[in-house]
């Protein structure tokens, strides 16, 4: 074959191979015009492969997506999630309208809900996240002097209003505590119980939190989860929206921690909550 001296590719719509791309090779040294479509496949495919290998050379393989996982590296995992609670101008007797009235399931059932922690009189309880202190004042009458209720929450307003409530009533079992929505210790340990109602999706360091709540709780000791149940296809708009996760990622996280899962109650009155209850191994670990 003559060497070729001169090439160009032109694009033609007609007298193509229908099995190829519609190109016409033209080679002008002989003065004679003809068609060579192996040698034009064999120049295609040389093309495509020197593309590729240009293309490997300027972007690096992408790396293997790896699932999400929340850690307190990585930082919150719902930022903003507490901020009205944070305000310095929260006023508690407006979440008292909204807390503790009849249309709020929790509020309902409340009475079946602290029977679920089976406390006794003396027993320590940390009522985490104890907003307007509804469970705190049910748990002070069931431990009663000689006992402990913790209410513990990071609305500095929240904890004000537990402490005249407590001071004003003589409670002293209680003890109205402000913490941190990320502190690695609680201001209190050796508790019989944990309490968790309507919280547990509000805490935006779940691994910090878990990890301080197992600290804070003694060996064999409890912990009892009430939340929302959030499913899909089931659940109201507002869980959904609100809640990040469902029963089952909650339980995980606690598990995780170091909590044992010991099962799920039925708690009359309850169908938009959950109620599980979580213990620390007596091994203390």
Request: glycine residues 8%; proline residues 5%; negative net charge.
């Amino acid at each position: 074959m003559e060497a070729i001296t001169q090439k160009r590719f032109t694009r033609t719509l007609t007298d193509s191979p229908p099995d190829f791309c519609p190109y016409q090779c033209v080679l002008a040294n002989s003065g004679q015009k003809s068609l060579h479509w192996a040698w034009l496949r064999s120049l295609l495919v040389l093309t495509a492969v020197c593309t590729a290998c240009q293309r490997s050379e300027a972007q690096p393989a992408a790396a293997v997506q790896q699932p999400a996982v929340s850690s307190p590296a990585a930082g919150s995992v719902r930022p903003g999630i507490n901020d009205r609670y944070l305000d310095p101008d929260l006023d508690p007797d407006e979440w008292v309208e909204r807390f503790e009235v009849e249309s709020r399931e929790v509020f309902r059932a409340r009475h079946a809900v602290a029977a679920a922690c089976g406390l006794r009189p003396g027993d320590k309880i940390g009522d985490i996240g104890a907003g307007t202190g509804l469970f705190t004042m049910l748990f002070a009458k069931q431990v009663g002097p000689t006992g402990k209720v913790y209410a513990a929450d990071i609305a500095e307003k929240f904890v004000e209003r537990i402490g005249r409530i407590a001071e004003d009533q003589g409670l002293t079992q209680i003890d109205a505590l402000v913490v941190g929505d990320h502190d690695r210790r609680m201001p209190f340990a050796e508790v019989d119980c944990l309490f968790v109602c309507d919280v547990y999706h509000h805490f935006e360091y779940p691994q910090v939190t878990d990890a301080a709540l197992l600290r804070a709780v003694k060996p064999g000791g409890r912990l009892i989860l009430v939340d929302f149940d959030r499913v899909e296809g089931e659940s109201s708009d507002f869980v959904m929206g609100h809640v990040r996760a469902g029963k089952e990622v909650f339980r995980r996280e606690l598990e995780e921690a170091g909590f044992v899962f010991v099962g799920e109650k039925s708690i009359d009155g309850l169908s938009e909550n959950y109620c599980l209850e979580f213990r620390r191994p007596e091994d203390g670990r």
